[in-house]
């Protein structure tokens, strides 16, 4: 079966400018996370769902940042006003909810601010 | 807070050597732990899982890892190494009723062949 998908896979744009980051979770499944890896780092924790609605979004950096899953499928980060800080791969990762929380990630948005 | 550990960032080893990847987890209750590995290109693949039972748990491609309690560790290893080991190492956990995973940093592993 497909995995988790991620588009674009690479996204340059320029400091100011507004960013939707688009993520495709398996099939089922009802959770679903944001991370953000950069360079030389582990992946950090931003937002995750179940269902439709944001669980737990403690690790959004800052209003600028937000999250949409309104189907409980598809999800969608937005980036407003993005600073060249905002630099790095955006991971997505799905899981069913249960005692384990096995995680499945995409390939990533690697998104560079100019 | 909590927050994952691992001290070794880069190792390179040659061909049929054995590894162990260091990984130190800070949380006071129940965590259940994870290794996934990064292949050039590639996405993060889960290697091994710990939730509760054995503490020696075993993954695919050979690879092992043991959570020890009393240190609070969760190191990864394998006996022999292979050049397609190349890749970089991450150990997460998270704790129950948190769902987000805290990743450690990283260990990039070059295998020489």
Not at chain 1, 45 to 58: C, E, H, K
Not at chain 2, 9 to 20: D, G, N, R, T
Not at chain 2, 45 to 60: A, N, R
Not at chain 2, 83 to 95: I, L
């Amino acid at each position: 079966g497909a995995g988790v998908s991620q588009t674009p896979s690479n996204k340059v744009t320029e400091k100011g400018k507004y960013v939707e980051l688009r993520c495709d979770p398996i099939s089922g499944h009802t959770a679903l996370y944001w991370y953000r890896q950069s360079l030389g780092q582990g992946p950090e924790f931003l937002i995750y769902f179940q269902g439709t609605g944001a669980a737990d979004d403690s690790g959004l950096p800052n209003d600028r940042f937000f999250a949409v899953r309104p189907e409980g499928s598809v999800s969608t980060l937005k980036i407003q006003r993005t600073e060249r800080g905002d630099s790095a791969v955006y991971l997505c990762a799905s899981s069913l909810m249960g005692e384990v929380n096995e995680q499945f990630f995409g390939p990533g948005t690697r998104l560079t601010v100019l | 807070a909590q927050s994952v550990s691992q001290h070794n960032h880069h190792v390179i080893l040659s061909e049929a050597a054995s590894l162990e990847l260091g990984c130190n987890y800070s949380y006071g209750g129940t965590v259940n732990l994870f290794w996934y590995v990064q292949y050039p290109g590639q996405h993060l693949q889960l290697l091994l899982k710990y939730f509760s039972g054995d503490p020696l748990v075993k993954g695919i491609k050979g690879f092992e890892a043991e959570f020890i309690k009393s240190k609070f560790s969760f190191n990864l290893r394998k006996p022999s190494v292979q050049w397609s080991d190349t890749a970089e190492y991450f150990c997460a956990c998270h704790g129950p009723g948190t769902y987000k995973y805290i990743f450690g940093t990283g260990t990039r592993l070059k295998v020489l062949a």
